[in-house]
Nanobody, 126 residues
Framework: QVQLVESGGGLVQTGDSLRLSCAAS????????MGWFRQAPGKEREFVAS????????RYADAVKGRFTVSRDNPKNTVYLQIDSLKAEDTAVYYC???????????????????WGRGTQVTAAS
């Protein structure tokens, strides 16, 4: 019902910033709770951040708290992940995910999300 496409990744220096985008199509985007996950080489996919339908509730993994900001623009059917002060350990493929709910209890769990993008690579080099 929903297709998600991430963009905005790339090769940057540590300390730099990136703004990732997740463009959605299909079902009404504004009704979905959205999440960002990432997977580094040799590691399992992990939760990064999430945002409610209204945008008033946001959640962050401890590793990115204070550096990452998730936001959404429902009229544009787009969710963003602003990444500041990139660290080498931020290097990963970043995925956006969606579930047709306004609020999610276990927002950090992959199983809570029904739709996934194919990811965008973020590489922070020293």
């Amino acid at each position: 019902q929903v297709q998600l496409v991430e963009s905005g990744g790339g090769l940057v220096q540590t300390g730099d910033s990136l703004r990732l985008s997740c463009a959605a199509s299909g079902r009404t985007f504004s009704n979905y709770y959205m999440g960002w996950f990432r997977q580094a080489p040799g590691k399992e996919r992990e939760f990064v951040a999430s945002i409610s339908w209204s945008g008033t509730s946001t959640r962050y993994a401890d590793a990115v708290k204070g550096r990452f900001t998730v936001s959404r623009d429902n009229p544009k059917n787009t969710v963003y992940l602003q990444i500041d002060s990139l660290k080498a350990e931020d290097t990963a493929v970043y995925y956006c995910a969606a579930t047709p709910r306004s609020l999610v209890f276990m927002y950090f769990a992959e199983s809570e999300y029904d739709y996934w993008g194919r990811g965008t690579q973020v590489t922070a080099a020293s």
